[in-house]
């Protein structure tokens, strides 16, 4: 059974024998980057990098499930993209347009 599934992983259209599976499987890289930047002080965070991001993450998950064939891989490291990016840029937009709940919040 197992021996089955991972041949057929294995022969996949998006499978590892082909780019469509290794571009995604390291653009992880970008979304635990970004993961890792969540402990980084808002004032150091990039409205251009983190729009970019976002703006990747979205249209490139939207793309990911038109296409043929079905590339899960890509549409999961795009949802996280996208997310990781709306959270950055949502402590972006906080600490530069209302630092009274952010000073508020360090108080509690």
Excluded at 34 to 59: C, M, R
């Amino acid at each position: 059974m197992a021996a089955s599934k991972l041949q057929a992983l294995w022969n996949h259209p998006a499978g590892p024998k082909t780019i469509h599976f290794w571009a995604p499987t390291f653009k992880w890289g970008i979304s635990i980057a970004n993961i890792a930047d969540f402990s980084k002080p808002p004032e150091k965070l990039s409205y251009p990098q983190q729009i970019a991001v976002t703006a990747t993450g979205l249209i490139w998950s939207r793309y990911s499930t038109v296409i043929t064939p079905k590339n899960w891989n890509l549409f999961s490291v795009n949802v996280a993209m996208a997310a990781t990016g709306l959270y950055q840029l949502s402590r972006k937009l906080q600490h530069d347009y209302f630092p009274d709940a952010e000073a508020a919040a360090a108080k509690e």
